[in-house]
């Protein structure tokens, strides 16, 4: 999975041609991930996320949160490819191990952790009301240290095996963090229902940066021959 920042996103006189983060015109790259993936423990969130990423419907979607020394959380899913959304591709099947104690054994123990956002999952609730909806949205610690607060609500998967040096680079990103009055008018707000309380909530934590997944697919790992080749 290759990252990229896009510095001309968020201006407005970007070509309408450009609003696709998929062919922005002055990536800069940030480099290469590439995951591990725990197929015996999670088969079918593995098989899914292989399915996404071979696919290359995560070309193009943004970091859209990144809580620092925490984790980042990419994948929202949705029609707005204009606004960093990713659609399911075909041939994903239902996940059953979201409702499998089983599959939460697994926790939140280092940097780099690999796990389906399901209890910090961002998508809007019409999107996950569609009888076709599959999570596609998912988090990577940054570390320094566990995520405790993660554990029995996301199902992790896999563990970045190279490129820590570009989760590092993208938990170095600076982000929207509200002052303390700004935060208690909207714990007032949301105390008395108002709807607009969550949807300002959920620009917390937004990178100042555009952060994209610029590339993904899926590496084919050959076993080593057991014959010695012969010069």
């Given at each position: 999975m290759d990252?990229?920042?896009?510095?001309?996103?968020?201006?407005?006189?970007?070509?309408l041609g450009a609003s696709d983060l998929s062919i922005c015109p002055d990536a800069e790259p940030l480099g290469r991930v590439v995951?591990?993936?725990?197929?015996?423990?999670?088969?079918?969130?593995?098989?899914?996320?292989?399915?996404?990423?071979?696919?290359a419907s995560y070309r193009g979607s943004l970091v859209h949160k990144l809580l620092p020394g925490q984790f980042f959380v990419a994948g929202k899913q949705g029609l707005r490819r204009d606004k960093g959304e990713v659609r399911p591709p075909p041939g994903l099947v239902r996940n059953v191990e979201t409702?499998?104690?089983?599959?939460?054994?697994?926790?939140?123990?280092?940097p780099g952790?690999?796990?389906?956002?399901?209890?910090?999952?961002d998508?809007?609730?019409?999107v996950k009301l569609d009888p076709e909806y599959h999570n596609m949205e998912f988090?990577?610690?940054?570390?320094?240290?566990?995520?405790?607060?993660?554990?029995?609500?996301?199902?992790?998967?896999?563990?970045?095996?190279?490129?820590?040096?570009?989760?590092?680079?993208?938990?170095?990103?600076?982000?929207?963090?509200p002052d303390e009055k700004i935060r208690q008018f909207n714990d007032f707000a949301a105390f008395i229902g108002d709807e607009r309380?969550?949807?300002?909530?959920?620009?917390?934590?937004?990178?100042?940066?555009t952060v994209y997944i610029s590339n993904c697919g899926e590496l084919k790992v050959t076993k080593p021959s057991l014959t010695p080749t012969l010069p």
């Open positions: 990252f990229s920042l896009c510095a001309s996103y968020l201006r407005s006189d970007r070509p995951f591990g993936l725990y197929g015996r423990s999670v088969p079918i969130t593995v098989s899914n996320f292989r399915t996404i990423c071979a696919s409702v499998n104690p089983k599959a939460f054994e697994l926790k939140h123990v280092r952790t690999l796990s389906l956002c399901l209890g910090q999952n998508d809007d609730d019409e988090l990577v610690t940054t570390g320094p240290g566990p995520c405790p607060q993660l554990d029995n609500e996301n199902i992790v998967f896999g563990t970045v095996l190279e490129g820590m040096d570009v989760v590092t680079a993208i938990a170095s990103t600076p982000t929207y963090q309380a969550q949807v300002a909530r959920s620009t917390w934590n937004r990178p100042l940066k």
